[in-house]
């Protein structure tokens, strides 16, 4: 077994938002510290370093995950998703993201990056969602500045739209 020194640092080569990228890590670097100061993602947000508050939700591989809990070590090779492959183009926001805005569904935006990854996440799953659906999974994520009934109705509004085939929402 290999043991890999703390000072050690690993080049990490991933596939970020549709492009190969790669950087250098330490074993201890968390996911989040390497996308935001290697790969400059800096849409990816740290919150509480714990898990908790959802604000670091990141997809890898297809399947959601809390940033903040991985090291970057541990996903090379992978295929990650930030809040920045959300928009379809440059300058160009996605249904949900402009039903954010919309509905003014964002007051500091600290918390929206993790949401918009988890709601996008569950429409493009269950287009079908609900508001119990959309609370059940917003219950992943902490806000303090909208109160949730914002973002719920933006979900709410997204997933119409989405059923609709209005990709210019």
């Known amino acids: 077994m290999t043991t890999l020194a703390a000072t050690e640092t690993h080049t990490v080569r991933v596939r970020l ?7 250098r890590a330490t074993p201890r670097m968390l996911l989040t510290d390497f996308l ?27 399947a959601l995950a809390r940033s903040c809990l991985a090291y970057a070590v541990q996903v090379d090779g ?6 920045e492959s959300l928009a379809p ?5 996605s249904v949900l993201q402009t039903a954010f805005q919309r509905h003014h569904a964002l007051q500091c935006g600290f918390c929206t ?5 988890s709601l996008d996440t ?4 269950e287009p079908d969602a609900g508001e119990d659906r959309i609370r059940e999974v917003l219950a992943g994520h902490l806000c303090r500045c909208t109160g949730y009934q914002p973002i ?5 509004d997204a997933a119409a739209r989405l059923r609709e085939g209005d990709a210019d929402a």
């Not at 800096?42 to 890898?60: M, Q, Y």
């Not at 183009?89 to 926001?93: A, I």
């Not at 990056?113 to 990854?117: D, E, K, R, V």
């Open 89 to 93: 183009e440059r300058g160009r926001l």
């Open 36 to 62: 935001r100061h290697e790969l400059h993602a800096t849409g990816t947000h740290v919150g509480c370093e714990h898990g908790v508050c959802g604000a670091c939700t990141i997809r890898i591989d297809g």
């Open 17 to 23: 938002n549709g492009r190969a990228v790669e950087g």
């Open 78 to 83: 992978a295929t990650i998703e930030t809040v």
């Open 113 to 117: 990056a993790g949401i918009l990854m």
């Open 122 to 125: 569950l429409l493009g799953a």
């Open 152 to 156: 719920i109705r933006a979900a709410l």
